[in-house]
C-alpha cells in the first residue's frame, strides 16, 4: 500500500505467500474461530501448506469456488472481463495459462496430499470449472477457509462420513455446537438440496460415527 492504494509488486510476491502463511498460523495459534484464505489456489500444492496448518491445529476444512457469471459457458470466455478487473495488471495470455493450470480438487483429496506431499502432484488434464455445482472444489480465484463450523476432516469417523457425503453427492455441514452437543446436517443433492437430516453427538467424532450407524 501507498498512500491508501494497492500497489502490487511482482517482486515481492514470494514474500506475500509467505506472510500469509505465517498470519493464517498466528490466526490459527490465536484460536480464531473462522479463517478465510481468499489466494489464487490455482493448484492443490498451493493449498498444501494451509491444509497443513489446519490439520495441525485441528481445524476443518471447505473449499469455495466462485460462480461463473451467468452467460459465460466456461472462464476462458471470461478472460476479456478478467483482463479489465485484475488489479496485477495480467494480460489475457497469462489468464489463459492460469486457467488451463487449473487443478480441481476436494477436501479429502487436499488432506491426502498434506499428509503425503508426493500426492500434490501436477495433473494437467483437470478441466477448468464451469460453475459453482461441487460445494468441495475450487476455480480460477478460489478460497480456503478454516473453520469449527465448516465441512472437512477431524478424527476417522468424521472422514469416512467426508468421503460417504463425496461419493453420495451430499453435502455435510457442521449446524451447530452448543452446550456440548454437535449437529451435522446433511442435505442432498449438494446444490438446491430438497432433502436434509440433522444428527447430534457430544463432539464431532461421537456426531459422526451416530451419522455413519443411522445413513449406512
Partial sequence: MKNG????????????HSNCRERVRRAME???????????????IEMVPYAKLALEFKYFIRIEEVALPKGFKNWYGMIPVLEERN???????????????FEKCTV??????ARNPGDARSNPQSPP???????LSNQPSTSTSSSP?????FGKNYEKL???????????????????????????????????????????ENAANNTLQQIQ
Fill in 149 to 153: 463450523s465448516t465441512t472437512g476432516l
Fill in 108 to 113: 479429502s483429496q487436499l488432506v491426502k496430499a
Fill in 162 to 204: 467426508v468421503l460417504y457425503c463425496e461419493k453420495n453427492k451430499m453435502r455435510l455441514e457442521i449446524d451447530s455446537q452448543e452446550n456440548n452437543i454437535t449437529v451435522l446436517k446433511l442435505s442432498y443433492p449438494r446444490v438446491k438440496p430438497i432433502f436434509e437430516r440433522l444428527f447430534k453427538g457430544n463432539s464431532v
Fill in 87 to 101: 488489479a496485477h495488471n495480467v494480460n489475457g495470455e497469462i489468464l489463459k495459462r492460469q486457467i488451463g493450470n
Fill in 5 to 16: 492504494q494497492y500497489c502490487w509488486d511482482p517482486k515481492k510476491l514470494s514474500l506475500a
Fill in 30 to 44: 490465536n484460536g480464531l474461530d473462522r479463517i478465510l484464505v481468499d489466494n489464487t489456489n490455482m493448484k492443490i
Fill in 129 to 135: 470449472p464451469a460453475d459453482r455445482n461441487n460445494n
